[in-house]
């Protein structure tokens, strides 16, 4: 296991690399431009002008390399300076630059990544803590009331967007309740207990937009591997011998019931990481999803580059980590 | 003479095989309701424009934001469109979109998932390029592709089945790869499992292998999938349009009336009632039908 | 030397600070709450050129001389208007020369002089700087400081109408002091000077997170020791518009929400709860549809909507272009879509007052049987479908526009009326950045117009129109051979008409300019270049709980918030 782990790592480095230059050739290739948001009175010769300071008169290759070059020598550089104090170089290392802001990337990701943990990452951990029980019990009493519900109430909120359901809670608690405010305040710092209540407060909306779809999705994937498993005749064979019941379920049916929904949880994790779109808008968090989505209808290039990129390690990572977990989880699955 | 054999053996089976597994599906009371309801919806929306027969582009100024009458059974929208006619309309569009990409991505996902489950050499490669498809920026892609096909296709097929082509195509092309991990993830699992040795040694070939014994026990996860797949199918569709890169703006479907009815939500509820049901309804249904079908192929409820 | 300007500057934040113990009026009102759904990126205009950067970055930094809500240019930080009759202009026009207001300070205390004046100028349009207002200061030779309370610009030649550096929203004085650094391609690289300008506004930048949020608190060296009434502002951004509409109008959380294209009757309803108003100021914004002069036809490959192509086979024909500006019902577009924030309008040039021409109002009334009738006479023949066609060439048109929703219920109206004198269209709706994205590569840029017809809006800075009536020349049209650079978007060209715009720009005395550009703007719309159809204001949503406010669509509309204060 420990080989193939290395060996996949080994690998996954030639795999980005290519990776980012397909991604970069996309962005490229897309018909969407840095001024195309800019009021129509800037007359073309000075979008021409702004293009070219932007560096974009420069040839494909100059540009893709430049952006290695900023990527991997000199962000790591930088962060290593800040980390430790060292002076290393003179200090004029180029760093990836926003377009639209002007200021460099990496800044912009850390100053969004907490209120996209705070509120993508904390619901879809809410969303695995509570979908997996209700998994297993819909499965186990399959056709139950309590199955019946779950599957009707994860259908709905599977099948109704975020967009829809978010503006159907602020029109409940935000302006007739006036329970949760409507616009998350980023600035807030928690320092009591005060505003830690404030916190959850502006949390709570977003989050349960998200937990809900979340949940939703991966019910219905540890539901449906339970059913698989319940019917095995290791089960059978298991009950026969007057093993417990709780023994059976939980230790012995969702175990081998865990390779979907490793999955699909490792399919999920990544995506806190690119932020929660519609959810972002609706609420105003500004946190990674807001980020990507300006950055995109506005070309901003760098930008977009590093973060789907980022998101692509993710990926690659957690696409690791789940075939790791699946040896794990079943010994009889080898890869060497 | 050993294709006569082959072929004359698996006949009689085959056809009690059919049987069977209706017999199964029949025992599903979901599974009926849903076949009940999605045959109900489909109808719906084939049908229904030949009782009302209101043009779902017709506008009425005057009849703008009103509820529901007899004349318009679900109100009008803040252009005096006839609701009940925008989603029969939209039905149409959303359905087919919704199960046909939702097929694409099924068949391109468990085709990929399978293949890389199954075949060791294949596994890196294949498993590569879903990390290459999932880590893609969505948006920047369509508008590539669009930029890309749209006219060549409008020219083909003319505008609107031009469309239909590109939209199915890209949510399919895009929307695969949860289904290949699952699916992949699941063979990886059954293949290591005795009877799958049983069946190799006993010389079975490959595919027959892999249709027999590893799909039938792989199907619940794809079965999840497909139904999952129908709703963000419906739902990415709505999200193309309303960026643009969809159906022209005078194509009504589901999600976009939801999405267009949603700052209506105090003015006129039934503009997101209604398309919100519809495609809650269908999915429901869709997703009991395939309860029913994965109990009445699992292999292990036939032997009972 | 330093030590002494150190001691300056404690000195004039004691000085400061003493102010502002003596007057209890200023900020004693608590928190400004603005919502942008569009978020402010930087609050640098020059490195932007966004209308949010602009307005977000007006509460710090000043022009000279702004507009105020009539569209009168007013004294900001000099002390009169220079004209020809006091002196300020030269009688030739080659010069202007401004007199700065004594006194006014940097908010870091130190003293704002004709220096800072001369460096803006430098630092837009220094080489690589990539200065988004550059056109702002287009024909001027010099900048330089006559004493340090005089700056005098001296244009290459005659300028008829001096007023664009260093005059609105646009053109803001940076301090030379913080940007000295920064000119040219070390622009971008200043990031804390382009997220904090130092200025001489009401408000001083305490924190921005680009694209989300930006703090501000009282300038404590503003020229007005009783302002600003507020002790602070926060500008969040984010969001869609009827969410912003619903923060300030239905849950009171914010104070005023910029640009509210939102459906009139889902205003009406958040309005009806008591907690806001929507006001809208008009400017110079017209929605048009442009018609193709030129032949789209797909077939033509790359050679469509150019010169090449020919001109259009049915638009061509004034009967046709006259028939679907007739068959459109203004008012109800403007009841559907934009409600207090429109006016049906005739004409590309629809304010100030002495500009607005009253030649073109028949299209105000729909006239579907007179456009039917024009169409007959000019031998337009409704054929099997409904559809009229003539030598084979059908009224049939792709319709194109932004993605936007006010603009989708539009194109549903037009096509409808269109239907009825027996014209089809099909309707296409494009991403915006894509559609104003201006990429060459991508075939769905409003200026390369592969459609016959496209709806959208323009407009121009400032009240005079003089720059904008030249968009319509025959060398604006886009083309290959610029790169599809032109402003004349529907590849109209007349020499009648360059003659009229050649004309405005050499008079000088105001009425016979309004003539010159009314007869511009009666030409363009009779002939049919484009179909004006609403003129747009600029809604915004106010707390009750807001006083002070004063709309303004000539310049920012926060050009006033020193003058802002909580109702009692």
Known sequence: MFNYTLRRLLFAIPTLLVISFIIFALLDLAPNDPTGELPLTIPPEVR???????????????????????FFINEPLNLLEKMTGWQIGDGSRMRILSWATRSPVVDLIVERLPQTLWVVGLSYLLAVIISIPIGVISAYKQYSIFDQIGTFVSMVGFSVPTFFTGVVLIVIFSS????????????????????????????????????????????RFVRASMLDNLNQDYVRTARAKGVKENIILLVHVLRNSLIPVVTVIALGVPTIFSGAIITEQIFRVNGLGQLLITAIQGADIPLVQTLTFIFAVLIVLFNLIADVLYGILDPRIRYD | MTDATTAAAPQPPARSLTREIWGQFRKHTGGLIGLCVFIFIVLAVFVGPYIHTIDPNKIDIRAKNQGPSVLHPLGTDNLGHDMLAQILAGGRISLAVGITAMLLSLVLGTLVGVISGYIKKLDGPLMRLTDLFLALPLLPL??????????????????ETGIFILIVFVIGITSWMHTARIVRGDVLAVKSQEFILAAKSSGMREWRIVLRHILPNVMSSIMVSATLGIASAIITESALSFLGLGFPSDFPTWGRLLFDGANFLQINPSRVIWPGLAISLTVLSVNYLGDAVRDALDPRMLKR | MKKLTVFLASTAAALALAGTAANAERATDGDLKILFWQAVSTLNPYLSGGTKEIYSSSLTIEPLARYDQTGTLTPWLVTEIPT????????????????????????????????????????????????????????????????????????????YYPYSAFVGAQSPIIQKAQFK???????????????????????????????????????????????????????????????????????????????????????????????????????????????????????????????????????????????????????????????????????????????????????????????????????????SDGIRAKDGVKLSFLYQTSTNSVRQGTQALVKDWWQQIGVASELRNVAASVFFGGDPASPDTFQKFYADVEMYTNNFDGTDPEKYLAEWLCDKIPSPANGWQGQNIPRYCNPDYDKIVAEL??????????????????????????????????????????????????????????????KK
Not at chain 3, 112 to 128: G, K, L, M, R
Not at chain 3, 222 to 239: C, E, H, I, M, N
């Open chain 2, 142 to 159: 369509l508008l590539v592709i669009i930029m890309l096909f749209r006219d060549t296709l409008r020219a083909a097929f003319g505008p």
């Open chain 3, 181 to 383: 650094d920064c000119v040219g391609a070390k622009a971008p690289g200043c990031t804390s000077a382009n997220f904090g300008p130092i200025g001489t506004g009401p408000f001083v930048v305490k924190e921005f997170k680009p694209n989300d949020v930006v703090t501000y608190v009282a300038n404590p060296n503003y020229r007005d020791a009783a302002k600003p009434a507020f002790a602070s502002v926060t500008l969040k951004g984010g969001g869609d518009a009827p969410s912003a509409a619903r923060a300030v109008l239905e849950t009171g959380e914010f104070d005023y929400a910029w640009n509210m294209q939102v459906e009139p009757e889902v205003l009406a309803t958040m309005i009806a709860k008591g907690k806001g108003k929507i006001e809208t100021a008009f400017g110079t914004q017209v929605e048009r549809i442009n018609l193709n002069w030129f032949n789209p036809d797909p077939a033509l490959g790359d050679k469509r909507s150019t010169k090449e192509a020919g001109p259009h086979p049915a638009l061509k024909d004034p009967a046709v272009r006259k028939a679907l500006s007739m068959a459109i019902d203004r008012e109800v577009i403007d009841e559907v879509g934009y409600g207090e924030a429109g006016k049906p309008t005739c004409n590309i040039v629809p304010a100030p007052d002495i500009y607005i021409s009253t030649t073109n109002d028949w299209c105000l009334k729909q006239d579907i049987d007179g456009a039917n009738k024009l169409l007959d006479e000019a031998g337009w023949k409704k054929g």
């Open chain 1, 48 to 70: 021409e002008q702004i293009r070219a300071s932007l560096g974009l008169d420069q040839p494909f290759f100059i540009r893709y390399l430049l952006w290695m070059q900023q």
């Open chain 3, 505 to 566: 720009a050499k008079t000088g005395d105001l009425a016979k300019r309004a003539e010159l550009a009314k007869k511009a703007n009666d030409m363009l719309t009779a002939e049919g270049a484009h179909i004006p159809l609403i003129h747009r204001g600029q809604p915004s949503a106010i707390s009750n709980t807001l006083a002070g406010v004063n709309m303004n669509a000539w310049d920012s509309e926060l050009w006033n918030a020193a003058d802002w204060s909580r």
């Open chain 3, 84 to 159: 020809v009759d006091n002196g300020g202009v030269a009688k030739d026009m080659t010069s202007i020369t401004w007199k700065l207001k004594p006194g006014v300070k940097w908010s870091d205390g130190t003293p704002f002089t004709a220096e800072d004046v001369i460096f803006t100028w430098q630092y837009c349009t220094a080489p690589d700087g990539g200065c988004a207002q550059k056109a702002q200061y287009e024909g001027v030779k010099s900048v330089e400081a006559l004493d340090p309370t005089t700056v005098k610009v001296t244009f290459t030649e005659p300028k």
């Open chain 1, 176 to 219: 007739w309740l006036q329970w949760f405010p409507s616009v998350y305040d980023t600035n807030h710092q928690v320092t009591d207990f005060a505003s830690l209540m404030f916190q959850i407060k502006q949390m709570a909306l977003p989050v349960i937009v998200l937990t809900l779809y979340n949940t939703s999705q991966i019910a």
